[in-house]
């Protein structure tokens, strides 16, 4: 049995208990939350035993691996001493706020050798799966463009910390870095970028950049600043030489000279948690933890969704939002 320790009771780490609830051969045996009454909800999903904050249970439990769901601010401080004891860790994204704090974590998986995986989920989004399978086939030709949009009203959370900017990163680290890992990861480094942010309100909370692949353009956009009513979104258009991928809310399409299809992907694992989260969609948050312990299982370190690709992204935004 894979015994797991997760620390942040909240939306996402409740995704995380109720994924690892579904995967077989794994348990959360051991949950972290300042919040009593979020640790005992997810604590009565495996009988997990229940510490009053993060730091408590790295030092007293003995785990196959540490699951980190903390606010942002936290993260780096957290990751360093889980890696210190357990050898394998989760770390949600962003995986830290600065450049500082993201050189810190690489020494120290140098120096323990530690297996670390970060939730960017969306390379496990199946959606975004098909299209990089899509773009690497090049069935249809070269990608000449693409945009990736992602908006959301105002997060919230525990103590109101997303919209503290020094604590989350705002819009641009918190949410623009899905499309900006995504990116990186599909396409690597742009010859050059040009960004375009919010005037005026909460720093960070509207990103555009638009990404020179030598000829090849890529638009990136996001913002959590609407209103609570305002409809989550992400969505993806990729123009090929002789076709155009599509999703939007109403699907995954693919438009070729031969007309439109809709694309219907045959999913792993499919089930809702309701929360206050935009998405409650287990299916990628699914992926990545099965791929997370998948590899414990095989004694192996992750390799997508990396450590070092994390603080990659992480410097690519702080690049964006530096003006």
């Given at each position: 049995m894979i015994k797991i320790g997760l620390i942040g009771c909240g939306f996402m780490g409740t995704m995380h208990a109720n994924c690892y609830n579904a995967i077989d051969g794994v348990q959360v045996v051991a949950v972290a939350d300042v919040r009593r009454d979020k640790a005992e909800a997810l604590a009565a999903l495996s009988d997990a035993k229940i510490y009053a904050t993060g730091m408590e249970l790295i030092e007293n439990e003995t785990l196959?691996?540490?699951?980190?769901?903390?606010?942002?601010?936290?993260?780096?401080?957290?990751?360093?001493?889980a890696m210190r004891k357990c050898k394998n860790?989760?770390?949600?994204?962003?995986?830290?706020?600065t450049v500082k704090e993201c050189e810190r974590l690489l020494k120290v998986q140098k120096e323990t050798g530690a297996g670390v995986q970060v939730g960017q989920v969306i390379r496990f989004w199946d959606e975004y799966v098909w299209l990089k399978d899509l773009i690497d086939s090049k069935n249809y030709g070269e990608v000449q463009n693409a945009a990736f949009r992602r908006m959301s009203p105002r997060p919230d959370g525990w103590?109101?910390?997303f919209l503290d900017s020094d604590k989350s990163g705002g819009a641009a680290l918190d949410l623009h870095i899905h499309d900006v890992d995504y990116m990186l990861y599909v396409f690597g480094e742009p010859?050059?970028?040009?960004?375009?942010?919010?005037?005026g309100g909460e720093r960070n909370s509207y990103v555009a950049t638009v990404a020179d692949y030598f000829g090849k353009s890529v638009l990136i956009e996001g913002s959590w600043d609407f209103p609570a009513d305002y409809p989550f979104e992400m969505m993806f258009r990729v123009k090929f030489e002789k076709a155009v991928a599509e999703y939007t809310h109403e699907g995954l399409r693919l438009y070729t000279d031969n007309g439109m299809q809709n694309v219907v992907l045959k999913k792993e694992f499919t089930a809702q948690v309701e929360g206050a989260g935009n998405i409650s969609d287990l299916g990628g948050y699914y992926n990545e933890l099965k791929y997370f312990t998948d590899c414990l299982k095989?004694?192996?370190?992750?390799?997508?969704?990396s450590l070092y690709d994390a603080?990659?992204?992480?410097?690519f935004?702080?690049?964006?939002?530096e003006k």
């Open positions: 196959d691996a540490i699951d980190i769901c903390l606010p942002t601010y936290l993260h780096a401080s957290h990751a360093e001493a860790v989760f770390i949600e994204k962003p995986v830290a706020l103590e109101h910390w010859k050059s970028f040009s960004t375009v942010l919010a005037h095989a004694g192996t370190k992750p390799e997508k969704a603080v990659g992204s992480v410097k935004v702080l690049k964006e939002t």
